[in-house]
C-alpha cells in the first residue's frame, strides 16, 4: 500500500523521511522553514572584472575538463567567456561530473573568487547548465538549513508548493498595528522570496521587520505554552503546607549565625507558596555559597512540621551523603527522623531505609536519583527539594510527578540563569534569588598561569599544604573518552605523588565505587589528605572549608558554567582562597573569551550572562531544553523587547482570546510535543 504524503501534495516516502529529520511534517513546517541565507544570482561577472575574495556567478563555456593526480585527485575545468579565462576545480567529483563538462558546453559558475597560482579560480563553485538565452532568477535565491541528502533544489520545491495557499495571520490586524509589526504573510514571503531592492545585510542580521514579526510569533509561541503549562499546574490540588513555625524558627534559633536579608526573603518566598493549595514549582537560584542549603532544610521542615515527608535529592553520592551529613545531626536534634539512600549502602541497608520511608517512619531522605525511581515508595512526600537541577534530566522529574499525590518541588540551582533565560525558558517556574554571599567571605583571586610554570604551581601547592592548608588538582576534561579521563587522573595522580612526596594525596574520579569515593571525601574532610587530585566530579557542592587553594589543568578545555563551579569549591572559609587556572597555548578565540571572563569576573550572574553572548543558550538550558520549544530565529540578547511583549500578549490572549491561543500555537507547535506541565 502506498502511504498517503503528510502534506498537501504527493511526496514520496524517502523524502518524507528526510523532511521529517528537519522537522517538517506538514504544510505549515515548510512555510516557516526560513532560508539561512540568500544568494545573488540574479548578474553575472565578465570573468575579466572578477577581482580575489568576491562572490560572484559567470556565464562561461567549458574549453577543457581533466583529471589531475598531483598534488591530489582533483577535477580541473578551464571555462572562459566573451572576455577572459577562469580556472575552476572540484576535490570531490563523481564521473557524472565528466560527462557533465564537455567541451563547448556553457554552465554558469557561482563561488568565491581565489587568486590561484595560474590565475584566477573557483574552488568547488555551484554550477547549472545555462547559456546566454536562460533567464537570469528575478529574485535572491534562498539557501535553506538542510540534512544530508536532501539538495536545495527539492526543498525549495516543496516549500514553493506549500507557499502556493494562502497564510492566515494567527494575530489580528489591529494588535500587528499596535506592536507595530508586519502581517505574518507578506513577512513570510519576502524572507522565502526578497524582491532585489532588498537590503541583504539586514536580512542577515535579522534585523528586518519581516525577521522581527517571525521573532515576536515564535516567542510568543513559547510564552504561551509555558504560560499554559503554569495555569494548568495552577489549577491542579496538592497538598498545602502552611508555616506553623514549629519546626523552622528552632531550626533557625540553632544556627551558628543569622539568615542573611537575602536567604530571609527567599525563604519568605518559598514559605508562603509551600501554604498554597497548589503545587509548588520554584527554583532558588543563587550563586555559589550563597547559603541555599539552609534554606532548603528550612523548606523540607516546614513540609515536616505539617505531618509530610520531604526529599532532599543531589545529583552525585558525593553531594546527596555531604548533605545528609551536615544537616542530619542538626535537624535530629529537633527530633526530625532522617535517613539516607544510596548506590554504596548494602542491599539490605537501603531496603531497610526504603521500609522506613514507605512505613512513614522517616520524615526526611537524602540520596541521589534513586529517591527519583523509587519515589512511589514514600508514605506521605510533601516536598521534593532538587539540588543543582540543572543536572537533572526532565525525565527524572518527571518520573516523580507520576505518583498518586503531586509533591511540591524546591530546585535549586547555582548556575545562574540571565533574566531573558528566566523570562523565556523557565516562564513556567517561580524564581527566588539569593543575590548575596554571607558576609566575612575573603574574596577568591583568580590566576591564569601558562601551562610552561607548572613547577612554580607545584611550589605553591607545596607550601600551601605544608602551612595547614588543603588544595583541589583539577584534573583536564577529555570529553571524548570516559576511558582516556580516568587514565588522565591517574597519571596526575601518580605524577604529583611523584613531585611532592611530603604532601598526603588522595584521588577521586567518577569511577571510583561510591563507597571508595566517600572515603576519599570523607578523609579530605577530615585533613587526613593535604591535595586532592580530583577529576569534574567534585564540580558541583563539594564543602570543604578548609580547602583555600585549587588548581585547574586546561581550563582553557572547560566551559564558563563549569569553571564557575570549580572554583566555587575554594572560598568557602576565612582564609584568603586562590584559584590557579593553568591553560595550555595557543588559546582558541573562544577559550581566550572564557579565560577572561572568569579572571575578571565572579559574579555568577555577570559569567552566566556572557556565558549566553558568547554561545547561545544550550549550554545554561541544560536538559531543560528537551521538551521545550527551542528558539530557532529569536535571540534573547537582540530581540529582548520582542519578549517582553510577547510575555504581556500571552497573557492577554490567555485570560480573554483562547481561540486565538490554540490558533498560534497549532501554527507554532502543531503536532509536535506541547511542553507537559511539570
Ligand atoms: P550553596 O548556595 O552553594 O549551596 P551552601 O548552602 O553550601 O551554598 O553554603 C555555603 C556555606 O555558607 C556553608 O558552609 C554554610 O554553612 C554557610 N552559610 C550559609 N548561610 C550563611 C549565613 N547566613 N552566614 C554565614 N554562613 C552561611
Ligand atoms: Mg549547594
Known sequence: MKAASPFSFPVSPALVAKLAKLGLVRDADLVLHLPLRWEDETRVTPIRDLRPGQTAQVQAVVREASVAYRPRRMLTLTVEDDGGVLGIRFLHFYPSHLKLFQAGQSFRFNGEVRGGFLGLEMVHPRFAKADHATPLPTQLTPVYPTTAGLGQATLRKLVERALAAPIADTLPAEWLA??????????????????????????????????????????????????????????????????????????????????????????????????EPHPMRRLLQGDVGSGKTVVAALACLQAIENGLQAAFMAPTEILAEQHFRKL??????????????????????????????????????????????????????GLAVVDEQHRFGVGQRLALMQKGTEPHQLMMSATPIPRTLAMSFFADLDVSVIDALPPGRTPIVTKLVSAARRDDVLARVREACLAGGQAYWVCPLIEESEKLQLQTAQDTHAALTAQLPELRIGLVHGRLKPDEKQAVMAAFQAHEIDLLVATTVIEVGVDVPNAALMVIEHAERMGLA?????????????????????????????????????????????????????????????????GLPMLRFADLERDVALLEAARDLAQRCLAGHPDIAARHLDRWIGQRQALSSI
Do not use: M
Open 562 to 626: 563549569q569553571l564557575h563551579q570549580l572554583r566555587g569549591r575554594v572560598g568557602r572559609g576565612s582564609r584568603e582562597s586562590v584559584c590557579v587556572l593553568l591553560y595550555q597555548t595557543p588559546l582558541s578565540e573562544l577559550a581566550r573569551a572564557r579565560l577572561k571572563v572568569i579572571f575578571e569576573s565572579t559574579d555568577g550572574f555577570e559569567i552566566a550572562r556572557q556565558d549566553l553572548l558568547l554561545r547561545g543558550p544550550g549550554e545554561l538550558l541544560g536538559h531543560r531544553q528537551s
Open 178 to 275: 499596535a506592536l507595530n509589526l508586519p502581517e505574518l504573510e507578506t513577512s513570510i514571503r519576502l524572507l522565502h522570496q526578497p524582491p532585489l531592492d532588498c537590503v541583504l545585510n539586514e536580512l542577515e542580521s535579522r534585523r528586518h521587520p519581516a525577521w522581527q514579526r517571525l521573532a515576536f510569533d515564535e516567542l510568543l509561541a513559547q510564552q504561551l505554552s509555558l504560560a499554559s503549562a503554569r495555569r494548568q499546574r495552577q489549577s491542579r490540588p496538592a497538598q498545602p503546607l502552611p508555616s506553623r513555625q514549629r519546626l523552622t524558627a528552632g531550626f533557625i534559633g540553632t544556627l551558628p549565625f543569622a539568615l542573611t536579608a537575602a536567604q530571609a526573603r527567599a525563604w519568605q518566598e518559598i514559605s508562603a507558596d509551600l501554604g
Open 328 to 381: 542530619s545531626p542538626l535537624l535530629s536534634v529537633l527530633g526530625v527522623r532522617c535517613a539516607w539512600v544510596s548506590g554504596s549502602q548494602r542491599k539490605a541497608e537501603r531496603a531497610a531505609a526504603w521500609q522506613a520511608i514507605a512505613a512513614g517512619e522517616v520524615d526526611l531522605a537524602f540520596g541521589t536519583h534513586a529517591l527519583f525511581q523509587e519515589a512511589s515508595s514514600f508514605a506521605r512526600l
